[in-house]
T-cell receptor
């Protein structure tokens, strides 16, 4: 069974601070997606990483896929209250079936 | 709006009743997924279709659950004899096999069984 573990589970920080969220697995994924979810809404896709070692940037968000394609990280620079939400990673093992991580709930205080 | 659409957004039902949810995927997407999400957790895979064929069902999908995608377009998820433990957000997503690997989600249907 493929499992994706995210850490930390909860994170509460002050506006302007930096943070990193981790997504780890013992399985290899052909691609990995990061989503953000607001309460009562569906997950919204932020980015897809495909190549081992790949780094993608989305404004203040930097996503990295591990060289072995088993792990990923999301780094947020100068966090803002609008970044508050549940961050989810989801891996595809190549069968187009997406397995989700446990989620990281981020709260950014003004 | 060409995103994934789910109806209804909210459903409150009494224990023992049957409920049906509908999902309309992005029009050219051939794969459709159903997930269930409980509070504070990540979405759990339930089942997926490629066109009209249901290719995989999770063990989470008990005999009371059935999903269909009769014409390879919209899908329905029915829960019979609902139980309080069925209360959750039911999410639908779609993707294009052979295209990008991304799955796009609808806004979900929040089910409350009282």
């Amino acid at each position: 069974t493929q499992l994706l573990e995210q850490s930390p589970q909860f994170l509460s920080i002050q506006e302007g601070e930096n943070l990193t969220v981790y997504c780890n697995s013992s399985s290899v994924f052909s691609s990995l997606q990061w989503y953000r979810q607001e309460p009562g809404e569906g997950p919204v896709l932020l980015v897809t990483v495909v190549t081992g070692g790949e780094v993608k940037k989305l404004k203040r968000l930097t996503f990295q896929f591990g060289d072995a394609r088993k792990d990923s990280s999301l780094h947020i620079t100068a966090a803002q209250p609008g970044d508050t939400g549940l961050y989810l990673c989801a891996g595809d093992s190549g069968t187009y079936k997406y397995i989700f991580g446990t989620g990281t709930r981020l709260k950014v205080l003004a | 709006d060409t995103g994934v659409s789910q109806n209804p957004r909210h459903k409150i039902t009494k224990r023992g009743q049957n409920v049906t949810f509908r999902c309309d995927p992005i029009s050219e997407h051939n794969r459709l997924y159903w997930y269930r999400q409980t509070l504070g957790q990540g979405p759990e895979f339930l089942t997926y279709f490629q066109n009209e064929a249901q290719l995989e069902k999770s063990r989470l999908l008990s005999d009371r659950f059935s999903a269909e995608r009769p014409k390879g377009s919209f899908s329905t998820l029915e829960i019979q004899r609902t139980e309080q433990g069925d209360s959750a957000m039911y999410l639908c997503a779609s993707s294009l096999v052979g295209g990008s690997t991304e799955a796009f989600f609808g806004q979900g249907t929040r089910l409350t069984v009282v």
